[in-house]
């Protein structure tokens, strides 16, 4: 069974400088797609950046950017010139083609003015 | 296009009693998502659904979940005989396979049972 894992539970970081929010994931599957995903307090689910896992490319949007290692399965997240909105549960998740979507527990991101 | 939405957004029942709870995903997705989520933990998988078929119930779920999407649109999601431990939020996503990789997300209806 496919598993994702994300071994920060919390991470502080001072506004305007870069974090790196860890994500390690086991599948025996080729095809797969990565996502991280950001819920702030109180507030619904959105996603951030999205992977596909036959591009050797890492993902850019904007201020944040992928760090993705497929033969080590990792898919680490850097938020650049991080913002006081940036506050909030971080969740690495992934998915098989046509397969339902599984999370990890979150990283929840403090940003210090 | 106005979103995934879930009804209601809190529900606070009684130990015992059956709930039910209501989404409404992005007009024309053809898959929908319920997850449960507590408080500081990952969404965890329940079920989902292509068009009107369920394709997949999580084993963690006992008998007294159901979920029905009869008409390929919106969805329910049922707790009979609710317990403490059923507190949570349940959230609702919904994608266009084939279209979209991710999903969409509601923002979530919570439950606490007392």
């Known amino acids: 069974a496919q598993t994702v894992t994300q071994s920060q539970p919390e991470m502080s970081v001072q506004e305007a400088e870069t974090v790196t929010l860890s994500c390690t994931y086991d599948t025996s599957e080729s095809d797969y797609y990565l996502f991280w995903y950001k819920q702030p307090p109180s507030r619904q689910m959105i996603l951030v950046i999205r992977?596909?896992?036959?591009?050797?490319q890492n993902a850019t949007e904007n201020r944040f950017s992928v760090n993705f290692q497929k033969a080590a399965k990792s898919f680490s997240l850097k938020i650049s010139d991080s913002q006081l909105g940036d506050a909030a549960m971080y969740f690495c998740?992934?998915?098989?083609?046509?397969?339902?979507?599984?999370f990890g527990k979150g990283t929840r991101l403090h940003i210090l003015p | 296009d106005t979103g995934v939405s879930q009804n209601p957004r809190h529900k606070i029942t009684k130990r015992g009693q059956n709930v039910t709870f209501r989404c409404d995903p992005i007009s024309e997705h053809n898959r929908l998502y319920w997850y449960r989520q507590t408080l500081g933990q990952g969404p965890e998988f329940l079920t989902y659904f292509q068009n009107e078929a369920q394709l997949e119930k999580s084993r963690l779920l006992s008998d007294r979940f159901s979920a029905e999407r009869p008409k390929g649109s919106f969805s329910t999601l049922e707790i009979q005989r609710t317990e403490q431990g059923d507190s949570a939020m349940y959230l609702c996503?919904?994608?266009?396979?084939?279209?979209?990789?991710?999903?969409?997300f509601g923002q979530g209806t919570r439950l606490t049972v007392v």
């Open positions: 996503a919904s994608s266009q396979e084939g279209q979209h990789t991710e999903a969409f």
């Open positions: 998740a992934y998915r098989s083609w046509g397969d339902k979507i599984i």
């Open positions: 992977q596909e896992a036959y591009k050797q």
